[in-house]
């Protein structure tokens, strides 16, 4: 069927505090609502097992769980764990998941209310205390250890919505969660997407520029949006994992372009922690372009 005969579709709703959103072209006999209760499912189970916000998620599950002691896990988590525990290697600890104590400390996540901020005292070293067994799908921590996915996990949810998309057989689309989107393809007409980058202002939405993407996933962190005031400064929740504080370098934004949506997240928050491009001490990751903004 030619591309001109596709009927271009909008599908949203809520997921991880926020809002996902998908455009796509389609034939004509493409069930819509099918394909959008797909689409929930997939953001919805990716919520549900990685959100620190909900007692009962798998992540939640194996924060709570004693030192030593296996975890069975789904496939998905373990693949996200895996994949972020290989990112921490390859950033020299950069991005690292597990600051969830430190991220309360300072008022930021579910803890924000548990921990007294200011700090949460040393930890140990994430890749090397938690393990994992592919093979039984399952995770042991060595020591204590507070995981924190949302540096990745908004990236996978997107991916999963770029999943369900190519299974259903389409070629020309664009997905999101927040500020992490992935293309699948250019336009029907072979444009790419047009996506905006916002200026690292707090308090405001002002765009300050945009570029074009095809077949290729774009994440973004920022020191400038989610952020409180401790102490008469205002403070990022987004961590340093060697101080265990709020970033506080002289880039207030980047942006990744990467293969998947996942990788673009993390890597987006490793170079933001890390504060150079190329970055230092680590070897570029493959496939990847930043655009590092300032204030």
Known sequence: MSTKSLVRLTLNGQTMGTRYSVIAYAEPSMDVQALG??????????DAVMSNWKADSDISRLNRAQIDQWVELPESLIHVLETALAIEAQSMGAFDI?????????????????IASGGAGPRPVTRETLELDRTRHRA???????????GIA??????????????EGLSHWLASIDGEVRAGGPKPDG?????????????????????????MAVATSGSYRQCREVGGR????????????????????VTVLAPTCME?????????????WPPRGFPAPSGCEAIVLNA
């Open 37 to 46: 209760r797909e689409l929930h499912a997939a953001v919805t189970d990716v």
């Open 264 to 276: 673009a997240d993390a890597w987006a928050t490793a170079i933001l922690v890390d504060g150079v």
């Open 98 to 114: 597990g600051v969830g104590a430190a991220v309360g400390a300072w008022g930021f996540g579910p803890l924000a209310e548990k």
């Open 191 to 215: 444009t790419p997407w047009t996506i905006g980058l916002e200026r690292p202002v707090i308090g405001k939405r002002e765009l300050s520029g945009v570029i074009e993407i095809g077949e």
């Open 234 to 253: 205002m403070v990022s929740h987004t961590i340093d994992p060697a101080t265990g504080t709020p970033v506080a370098g002289k880039q207030t934004s």
């Open 154 to 167: 908004k990236g996978y949810g997107v991916d999963q919505l770029g999943d369900v998309l190519k299974a």
């Open 140 to 150: 042991l921590k060595h020591g204590p250890l507070s995981l924190d996915l949302s």
